[in-house]
Nanobody, 118 residues
């Protein structure tokens, strides 16, 4: 297990950008598959982005071309750069981690709220 703390959420106008940060502690994040999930009001939690290596990333179709996940092993952190934000991007964003051998993400942060308004 690893402890994860998100930051960087806030309220932004549609079309603007935000950068979420996820700080890890307890173990190096370099040994984990990292990702971001989000949950909009009244909806189920959904996958947003994931990364194992800089060359190995994947995204939900709804954010492809707008969001970018990256990791900073030196600072034991993971980031989610969100550009061209839309109203439907509103939700609580969670940083997640799993070992490559795990079938599911076992470590979750507490979440950070992102609100996009028109």
């Amino acid at each position: 297990q690893v402890q994860l703390v998100e930051s960087g959420g806030g309220m932004v106008q549609a079309g603007e950008s935000l950068r979420l940060s996820c700080a890890g502690s307890g173990r190096p994040l370099s040994g984990f598959v990292m990702g971001w999930f989000r949950q909009a009001p009244g909806k189920e939690r959904e996958f947003v982005a994931g990364t194992w290596t800089p060359a190995s990333t994947n995204y939900a179709d709804s954010v492809k071309g707008r969001f970018a996940i990256s990791r900073d092993n030196y600072n034991n952190a993971v980031y989610l750069q969100m550009n061209s934000l839309k109203l439907e991007d509103t939700g609580v964003y969670y940083c997640v981690a799993k070992l490559r051998s795990d079938t599911a993400f076992r470590s979750w942060g507490q979440g950070t709220q992102v609100t996009v308004f028109s």
